[in-house]
């Protein structure tokens, strides 16, 4: 299937931005928004360990994703360690309606490379939301401590993008890691609206 151009235009980047009263909403309920951020990146840790478990045969998604589990439990750890500072509580995970219908969009036959593809690219677009909420608290936050702080993870979140589709890529077809992402891409702006649509408390 021919990649079209919107979808080519929009190959790297979200079609929605998130709703910018939501850096208000963080600003108002910082534990809320640290105790998801904390979940997040235990998340992305976990992700990243059971992909090596399950591809244990794919030398370079082992190596590469190896010191990502370290960088992720490290950014779990400084978000616990801001909370405690603050003299705010870890709280509970909550449910992630958000990952929950991803996980939905998942390719459950087809191919295990396609398999593989679809759950890389499921976690390039969790690496690019994160991103980019990111960097509207690193912009919007009244605290320059805060600012400064989820600046650096803006950065670190973006690199961890960029390796999930180079990963994607490399174990398949570049053409179809395009079409399959325009797809993501267009299916997360859906998921956006309709959580937004039902004022859910996104992360
Ligand atoms: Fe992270
Ligand atoms: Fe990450």
Redesign the pocket.
């Known amino acids: 299937m021919p990649v079209n151009e919107e979808a080519q235009k929009n190959i790297l980047g979200l079609h929605l931005p998130t709703d910018p009263r939501w850096t208000d909403l963080a600003a108002m309920r910082l534990e809320d928004i640290l105790t998801d951020h904390a979940y997040c990146?235990q998340k992305?840790a976990t992700s990243c360990i059971s992909l090596i478990q399950k591809n244990a045969d794919k030398e370079a998604l082992v190596n590469e994703l190896s010191p990502i589990v370290t960088?992720?439990w490290g950014?779990f750890r400084l978000v616990l360690q801001e909370l405690r500072k603050r003299g705010l509580k870890l709280g509970r995970q909550r449910k992630d309606e958000y990952v929950n219908k991803l996980l939905q969009f998942q390719t459950k036959g087809d191919s295990a490379y396609k398999r593989l593809m679809d759950q890389l690219l499921m976690m390039a677009l969790i690496e690019a939301r994160?991103c980019e909420r990111f960097k509207r608290l690193s912009e919007d936050l009244n605290d320059a401590y805060l600012r400064n702080f989820y600046r650096r993870?803006m950065e670190?979140?973006a690199g961890?993008y960029a390796l999930f589709i180079q990963l994607a890529e490399l174990y398949m077809n570049k053409e179809k890691v395009r079409t399959r992402w325009a797809e993501w891409l267009q299916y997360e702006a859906h998921v956006m609206q309709e959580l937004e649509v039902r004022g859910d408390r996104m992360h």
């Open positions: 990146e992305a960088e992720e950014h994160s993870f670190s979140e961890h």
